[in-house]
């Protein structure tokens, strides 16, 4: 969903993923962890994926 610019932010993605935001939060900490590299960019205000 990041990569496809399809995650706004933590409460869109809830949604879509029919789950509370924290958790989408916790799975984006996850990711980083795995070596993502997710970032939210203000501006844009969404998650973006830097490749």
């Known amino acids: ?3 496809h ?3 706004a932010n933590a409460s869109h993605a ?3 993923l029919s789950c509370h ?3 989408v939060k916790r799975l984006i900490i996850r990711l980083r962890l795995e ?3 997710i970032k939210y ?3 844009l205000g969404r998650y ?3 490749e």
């Open 1 to 3: 969903m990041v990569r």
């Open 48 to 50: 973006v994926l830097e």
């Open 5 to 7: 610019h399809q995650f």
């Open 21 to 23: 935001p924290t958790t």
């Open 35 to 37: 070596g993502h590299q």
């Open 41 to 43: 960019e203000r501006s």
């Open 14 to 16: 809830s949604k879509i």
